[in-house]
């Protein structure tokens, strides 16, 4: 089963938008992250947010935190064609032992050149 | 450092038939995660191993199975395949922390016939 639900499930947008896309979870966690994936291939770490962080930015991307709502956005500025993926938000629960990642269902993004 | 390899890339079986996958972690990472990929059932996680034993696992049934060896690379077992079992296999590796980013490779993609 799956922790997270995203949303939306899917985004088109043209080069240069920002594409903003969300993810629920429904435990408590110790971390949340984001990656990547491109068609059908392996998956890219793109941030990691810990419990305890609201907000996080790494280069264009920028994740935002609200554990009282178990929630998480990411956030991408002046998208490129590059950046045409599915990005999929992953959490480890609070109590859980080692890494066990539960994954959102995943967003795909499109950007048009 | 050489990223997170996994072999063989593609493989066809048929139903009744086992097969076996192999992943090699980054150098240093004792931490090896296998996760199964499919349309309907998105990301799910099958199960982890640190250090040789298995610290975590997700529910699948007992035809999956893993072990590690004591240079950290881990191999997973799908006896009597199903045509359910078609997915792209994806192993991840990490330090094993809590809060460690794990780091992924580029898939095995079976299909059962």
């Known amino acids: 089963s799956q922790q997270g639900e995203e949303d939306p499930q899917a985004l088109s947008i043209q080069e240069g938008e920002n594409a903003t896309m969300n993810c629920s979870y429904k435990t408590s966690i110790n971390n949340l992250q984001w990656y990547r994936q491109n068609s059908g291939r392996g998956l890219v770490h793109l941030i990691l947010i810990r419990s305890n962080e609201r907000e996080k930015h790494s280069g264009r991307l920028r994740v935002t935190l609200d554990t009282s709502k178990k929630s998480s956005s990411l956030l991408i500025t002046a998208s490129r064609a590059a950046d045409t993926a599915s990005y999929f938000c992953?959490?480890?629960?609070?109590?859980?032992?080692?890494?066990?990642?539960?994954f959102g269902g995943g967003t795909r993004v499109l950007v048009k050149p | 450092k050489a990223g997170v390899t996994q072999t063989p890339r593609y493989l066809i079986k048929t139903r009744g038939q086992q097969v076996t996958l192999s992943c090699s972690p980054i150098?240093?990472?004792?931490?090896v995660s296998w996760y199964q990929q499919t349309p309907g059932q998105g990301l799910q996680f099958l199960f982890e191993y640190f250090s040789e034993t298995q610290r975590n696992k997700g529910n699948f049934p007992g035809r999956f199975s893993g072990r590690q060896f004591s240079n950290s690379r881990s191999e997973m077992n799908v006896s009597t395949l199903e045509l359910g079992d078609s997915a792209l296999y994806l192993c991840?590796?990490?330090?094993?922390?809590?809060?460690?980013?794990?780091?992924f490779g580029p898939g095995t993609r079976l299909t059962v016939l």
């Open positions: 992953a959490t480890d629960a609070i109590g859980a032992a080692g890494n066990k990642l539960t």
């Open positions: 991840a590796s990490s330090l094993g922390g809590a809060y460690n980013e794990q780091f």
């Open positions: 150098s240093g990472h004792r931490s």
